[in-house]
């Protein structure tokens, strides 16, 4: 991996100033302790945004804020097979419920094909090698083996300016992020099954529409994850100025509902402090289970929260 030459070419300005100045020694440490170890001051790694699901604010790029999910989150993201993500698309609602998630396609830098993205929350992202190059050189500002800073066909103010390497990039570099990846992978762990009566109150309110709770992996066996993996629109409260991708402004990844405990803050913007004000929030698909959210007596609205909280 290369460091970014310096200012002129700042991908992500609000986080230059961090990545600019990472430190030389910082190559020296084995790219574990760049995962795992969170560090503080100038030098970012992995484990500074996701461990504590950090909000990154957009600032004046004009990016919106978003929020850092759990990374064992996208190892399971990371092992669902693609059929399962087109069998679960419904773009132009034939069964009637209101509800037309639609596959977000995307080329991928690994595989130079097409493929349904799942990784970001636009679900702008194909692979988890693509999506670990991106955080790369977008949050940590540096090059690697699938995208460097252009020196060619960007402006000094273009801000966000990166193209995907052609030629091809020495080994080292292409090992950088086959290491990442598989460490990411690694924290695939067994999962619990969750309580079946707090499934059938979720899936009741119409929740599971959107928030399978499995998906399959590659490997035929189910995933617990309480996501489809598509683009839904969610209304105008959730609207962004701004689109990505191919996702509208107010399309949006459906989440996965797991691991509350270790979210500070929920929705793309971390700006629901609670399960119940995230849902709140949800509107035009959604508008049906919001109803039905709403209508739930205080015990059944008890029993599901706990539900979720307990994912
Ligand atoms: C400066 C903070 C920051 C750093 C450092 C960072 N990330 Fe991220 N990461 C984010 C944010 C914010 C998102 C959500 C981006 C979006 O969807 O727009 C994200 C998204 C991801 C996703 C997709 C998550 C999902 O559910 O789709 C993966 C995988 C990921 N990052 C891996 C990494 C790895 C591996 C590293 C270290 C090499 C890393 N990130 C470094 C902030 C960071
Ligand atoms: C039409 C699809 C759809 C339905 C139905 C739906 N959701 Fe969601 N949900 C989403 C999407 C998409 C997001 C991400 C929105 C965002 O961050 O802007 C989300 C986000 C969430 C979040 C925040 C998760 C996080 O990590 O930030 C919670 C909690 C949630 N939903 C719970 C529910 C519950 C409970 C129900 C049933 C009452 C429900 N949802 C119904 C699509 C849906």
Request: glycine residues 8%; proline residues 4%; aromatic residues 4%.
């Amino acid at each position: 991996m290369r460091l970014k030459p310096g200012l002129r070419y700042c991908v992500a300005a609000f986080l230059a100033a961090k990545a600019a100045v990472l430190a030389p020694q910082a190559h020296t440490e084995t790219l574990d302790e760049r995962l795992f170890s969170p560090r503080t001051g100038d030098q970012l790694s992995c484990a500074d945004c996701h461990a504590e699901a950090k909000v990154i604010q957009g600032g004046k790029v004009g990016m919106g804020n978003r929020r850092a999910d759990p990374l064992a989150i996208s190892a399971l993201i990371d092992a669902v097979s693609e059929e399962h993500i087109f069998s679960a698309a419904d773009p132009l609602d034939r069964d009637g419920d209101n509800i037309s998630g639609r596959v977000s396609w995307v080329l991928s830098l690994t595989d130079q094909r097409q493929v349904p993205g799942r990784f970001g929350w636009k679900a702008s992202v194909g692979t988890l090698e693509d999506q670990i190059a991106n955080a790369l050189i977008t949050d940590m500002g540096l090059e690697n083996a699938l995208l460097t800073f252009s020196t060619a066909t960007c402006s000094a103010d273009e801000p966000g300016c990166v193209v995907a390497v052609a030629s091809p990039v020495d080994a080292k570099e292409e090992s950088a992020l086959a290491i990442l990846a598989a460490e990411v992978r690694h924290l695939l762990t067994p999962q619990a099954k969750p309580d079946p009566g707090g499934v059938r109150l979720f899936t009741d309110t119409g929740c599971a529409a959107c928030h399978q709770p499995y998906m399959r992996g590659t490997e035929g066996r189910g995933l617990l994850l309480f996501t489809d993996l598509l683009l839904h629109d969610m209304g105008q409260e959730l609207a962004e100025n701004r689109t990505v991708g191919t996702a509208t402004q107010s399309e949006w990844r459906t989440a996965s509902l797991l691991g509350f405990s270790q979210k500070a803050g929920l929705l793309h913007d971390g700006r629901a402090e609670t399960i119940a004000q995230a849902v709140e929030a949800h509107g035009g698909e959604a508008q049906d289970s919001v109803t039905r959210f709403l209508a739930l007596s205080e015990t059944q609205m008890l029993e599901l929260l706990a539900f979720l909280r307990g994912l």
